[in-house]
């Protein structure tokens, strides 16, 4: 199965700071990865898929980039609401595959 | 509103059974693939199965094949999973997804607890 690695695990970021966050596919899912948010107790929500197509009632502050192994979630002016733990997700091949998360907390 | 509520979770011991459901509402249920996905410490989060709109193809992870058996019933718009022979590393909060290939909507999820 395809092994997706995000890091860093957590992330330290001031409010209205810039985080880039990193996931490594350890074979090409060509552009079949998705990021999704999970706040504490809640579900995981859809928030980017395709690499870089934002989801609904996600604000233009999130943006995915990326194809192939290297993909990049960056949040672009982090607010109090951002703080979360991020995954990623290949779709490429089953079985679709998680990484571990990023937390990003307040620093 | 797309709406996955899932139901039958609880405690069970280690050999034991448990059939989840899912409860969908807000969109044509039987036009899309549907899954369980769980998360648990251990394991983070895990797709465990998934079944086409008709109920015609199936997967499963290779942790659960053999054990677990997804199906779905289009007149109830209802998603099962049916666990048997569960292990104590079955333990997770267990997630109905609407399945786009990505998840594009989850339920609130159910707590599964295999412990004797």
């Known amino acids: 199965e395809i092994v997706m690695t995000q890091s860093p695990a957590t992330l330290s970021v001031s409010p209205g700071e810039r985080a880039t966050l990193s996931c490594r596919a350890s074979q090409s899912v060509s552009s079949n990865l998705a990021w999704y948010q999970q706040k504490l107790g809640q579900a995981p929500r859809l928030l980017i898929y395709a690499a870089s197509t934002r989801a609904t009632g996600f604000p233009a502050r999130f943006s995915g980039s990326g194809s192939g192994t290297q993909f990049t979630l960056t949040i672009s002016s982090l607010q109090s609401e951002d703080f979360a733990v991020y995954y990623c997700q290949q779709y490429n091949k089953w079985p679709q595959t998680f990484g571990q998360g990023t937390k990003v907390e307040i620093e | 509103e797309v709406q996955l509520v899932e139901s039958g979770g609880g405690l069970v011991q280690p050999g034991g059974s448990l059939r989840l459901a899912c409860a969908a509402s807000g969109f044509t249920f039987s036009t899309y693939w549907m899954a369980w996905v769980r998360q648990s410490p251990g394991r983070g989060l895990e797709w465990v199965a998934n079944?086409?709109?008709?109920?015609?193809?199936?997967y499963y992870v290779d942790s659960v094949k053999g054990r677990f058996t997804i199906s779905r019933d289009n007149a109830k718009n209802s998603l099962y999973l049916q666990m048997d022979s569960l292990t104590v590393d079955d333990t997770a909060v267990y997630y109905c997804?609407?399945?786009?290939?990505?998840?594009?909507?989850w339920g609130q999820g159910t707590l599964v607890t295999v412990s004797s």
């Open positions: 079944i086409k709109q008709d109920g015609s193809e199936k």
């Open positions: 997804a609407r399945d786009n290939s990505h998840v594009d909507y």
